[in-house]
């Protein structure tokens, strides 16, 4: 009687929490898809957090009361056998399929195989430095970052419950620890991303962080609590048979309504996410699980559609290979035919992993849709190819470059650059003041790293010029730059910002700081920057720059423009193999965009030469005048 009690205990399944998983994928699906459109589904990921927060404190208090204690060997051989072949195959199988595109994509993978396997891809893209939504060159395996958090969670939740369940008698007092400690660390957690927030420049660091993004699961940990799975209370029973199926549809309803809010409006890039979106998207899905799991009681004969049940059984696997895939078939195709690709390749390996493979390495037949799936007559085939993938994927990480094309040009610019600055500083030495401010004729140009791609042309057309260039560099660096050169009195007469495509919120305030703090005497030419996958964003920021430093020429007659953006659009050809934003696929290419770059920047210098300079007169109190006088030069 107690064995079957316990295989019952076991194989309960809630219906509706299908429902719920379709849900979280559909909306992560659309956002790394359509993310213009879609930009708030990465909630789909917290969805997935609170739903797993809830299913494991649910069959860890269920197992206490069948048994008296947790089992954690059981627990771990469990979650190894689901959660580790289809990661495994994802892996043999997308590292070779990269090689079909340029090679920036397989730099370095054997590192990130190693943080995927390890699951600390979250820390390994804190390390990093990289935004989750604008890298130039997206890192495979960036998905998995969801994957080594919510390990993270099994890893010390499930020794904090069973610490917990060595100091208690009843149930009930295990229920009131679990709440307790469960309702605590979400609200610490929390907390911690509600006040970092204010204080981080890129919330990619606090969005991949374990502990501040940790709290979806505990909320759904203290959920367990009260709604649970086989350990209820009579308390439970009566509130279930007692409330109006017309409520619980109305709060179901108003929960997937919130979803759909956030996934058309929330932002990555917005503080308010971090204050209050991805809990309002917790607590939202915490009511869809507290009504799915009282319609369970309440319809036992409602089945739910077959068709989620199979989505909401491959929902993980399809996760797992979609973005790979989704990479490597952007590079290939238009986003359309990609996102169909995808989706295809996605299902088909997702449904041969859970429905095949993985009962084959538990010594069992899979079924789907009534029909019976072995790999037990063809177990040496299986073998072989594996061992064959295996041997492909460790060759790729062992001769892989330990950074791409990209990375090694920009290194050697990077150094060419810093000799010829070496050589530059003692020419400007013995430079005199040339100009009515006693400033150094010339041209100082600071920019970033489709700058420092473009710098063997700019060297070759103007050798004088004093190039200081970076990779990441964004527009308030610049300003950094600017007044170390004004303090250094290494500032030439006409200055060239060239940043912009390395987004910040507040790229406005920080071009105004650089007009504002330039010193009388010099001309600056702003560059309008490019990125090519701005139509893909919901808020394009570089595109706003652009639009914002057409203004500011407008507004002050010592500004010229040197378009990039205008240029960038008119030579589609320069993009061709690239990641739309460094021009160049090839060598040819690159040569071509940056002599267009080069030429971008000597239009506007020589559309400076006609301008007056800046010339803010003082007035008597000691502030600048709003207005740009110009003097003879």
Do not use: C
Request: glycine share 6%.
């Amino acid at each position: 009687m107690k064995e079957r009690l316990n295989r019952g205990f076991i194989s309960m399944k809630i219906r509706w929490f299908a429902f719920i998983r379709t849900t979280g994928l559909v909306w992560v699906l659309l956002y790394h898809f359509f993310v213009k459109y879609f930009p708030g589904g990465f909630v789909g990921v917290d969805l997935f957090f609170t739903l797993s927060g809830y299913l494991m404190t649910a069959n860890l208090i269920d197992q206490y009361v069948r048994n008296e204690t947790i089992d954690i060997k059981s627990f771990f051989k469990k979650r190894f056998y689901r959660i580790f072949p289809p990661l495994v195959l994802m892996i043999l199988v997308a590292t070779p399929l990269a090689l079909l595109i340029r090679n920036d994509f397989i730099a370095n993978i054997g590192q990130q195989i190693t943080t995927t396997l390890g699951f600390v891809t979250n820390y390994f893209e804190i390390l990093s430095g990289g935004s989750y939504e604008n890298l130039f060159t997206p890192h495979l395996f960036v998905h998995t970052w969801t994957l080594a958090v919510e390990i993270h969670f099994y890893i010390a939740w499930i020794f904090a419950v069973h610490f917990m369940t060595k100091k208690v008698e009843k149930v009930g007092q295990l229920k009131g620890f679990i709440f307790l400690s469960s309702s605590l660390i979400a609200l610490l957690s929390f907390l911690s991303m509600f006040i970092s927030s204010f204080f981080v420049d890129e919330f990619s660091r606090i969005y991949f962080s374990s502990w501040t993004h940790i709290f979806p699961f505990f909320i759904g940990a203290a959920l367990a609590t009260l709604f649970g799975i086989q350990a209820t209370t009579p308390a439970f029973k009566r509130f279930s048979s007692s409330v109006p199926l017309k409520k619980l549809g109305i709060a179901g309803a108003g929960s997937l309504f919130i979803m759909v809010i956030l996934l058309f409006f929330l932002k990555f890039t917005s503080i308010w996410t971090y204050l209050f979106g991805f809990l309002l998207s917790s607590l939202a899905t915490a009511v869809l699980i507290v009504v799915a799991r009282i319609l369970h009681e309440r319809l036992p004969d409602r089945k739910e559609p077959a068709v989620l049940g199979f989505i909401s059984n491959v929902s993980y696997s399809v996760y797992l290979f979609h973005w790979p895939f989704y990479i490597v078939f952007n590079q290939l195709f238009g986003n359309l035919v990609a996102v169909v690709l995808t989706l295809i390749f996605a299902l088909i390996f997702a449904t041969f992993s859970f429905y095949v493979l993985e009962p084959y390495l538990l010594g069992k037949d899979g079924k789907l849709f009534g029909t019976t799936l072995s790999l037990k007559p063809y177990g040496k085939w299986v073998a072989a190819t594996g061992l064959i993938l295996a041997l492909i994927t460790s060759g790729i990480a062992l001769f892989a470059p330990k950074i791409g094309a990209f990375e090694t040009d920009l290194l050697i610019k990077g150094l060419n650059q810093a000799d010829t600055q070496m050589h530059q500083t003692k020419t400007f030495a013995e430079k005199g003041k040339a100009s009515a401010f006693e400033i150094s004729e010339g041209v100082t140009i600071i920019g970033d790293s489709v700058t420092l791609r473009a710098t063997p042309q700019l060297q070759a057309a103007m050798p004088e010029a004093i190039i200081d260039a970076q990779g990441s560099r964004n527009t308030l660096q610049a300003y950094d730059i600017m007044m170390t050169s004004i303090q250094n009195s290494t500032l030439m007469k006409d200055v060239v910002i060239a940043t912009g495509v390395n987004a910040i919120p507040n790229y406005e305030e920080a071009l105004n700081k650089i007009i504002e703090d330039l010193p009388n005497g010099h001309h600056l030419i702003l560059m309008t920057p490019y990125d090519g996958n701005a139509p893909y964003y919901d808020d394009p920021v570089s595109e706003k720059h652009a639009q914002y430093v057409y203004s500011l020429a407008k507004q002050y007659d010592f500004i010229a423009v040197a378009d990039w953006n205008k240029v960038s659009k008119a030579n589609p050809q320069i993009w061709e193999g690239s990641d739309y934003i460094h021009f160049g696929g090839n060598n040819d290419t690159t040569i071509q965009g940056g002599t267009l770059y080069t030429q971008a920047i000597q239009d506007a210098l020589a559309m400076a030469k006609d301008m007056p300079v800046k010339n803010v007169v003082k007035s008597d109190a000691a502030t600048p005048t709003t207005e740009a006088t110009t003097i003879l030069e």
